[in-house]
């Protein structure tokens, strides 16, 4: 696969499609299944309120993986993706119940750099509370 979009039909300010990730209790199993991530924190709502925690959260890295999808399902290719990184600020609680918790996707391509390759600033939010920070992909378009 290659990137459906052309470095040169790309400007600064050019708005990815926002996306909306829910998660439910669920899904936080399937993903430590997936991951082999079983801390308790994701799953037993005793414990996590035991520590602190107003309630089960979601993985980090599961939330992670959520935002960026909004970078991969723009550019057509998970293989354009050069760099990728977050700070985690917020947790994602979810609750136990049928609607568990949403994150919130938005992207916006904040500087065209060299060889064909963009910056793109992500802003992912949960219970209207930015749960990423610094959350920035570098892509290469085609």
Do not use: C
């Amino acid at each position: 696969m290659t990137a459906k979009i052309s470095y040169a039909d790309v400007e600064v300010g050019t708005e990815l499609p926002a996306q909306t990730f829910p998660v439910t209790r669920a899904t936080l199993v399937q993903y430590a299944g997936a991951s082999g991530d079983f801390n308790p924190i994701h799953w037993n709502e005793r414990f996590a309120k035991e520590v602190g925690l107003p309630d089960v959260i979601a993985h980090g890295m599961f939330t992670m993986a959520e935002a960026i999808r909004v970078v991969t399902d723009w550019v057509g290719d998970p293989g354009a993706v050069v760099e990728y990184g977050v700070r985690f600020t917020r947790p994602v609680v979810v609750p136990d119940d049928d609607k568990g918790a949403l994150v919130e996707v938005t992207g916006k391509v904040a500087a065209k750099l060299d060889d064909n390759t963009v910056r793109v600033d992500l802003v992912a939010t949960s219970a209207g509370q930015k749960v990423l920070g610094a959350s920035r992909a570098v892509v290469r378009l085609a």
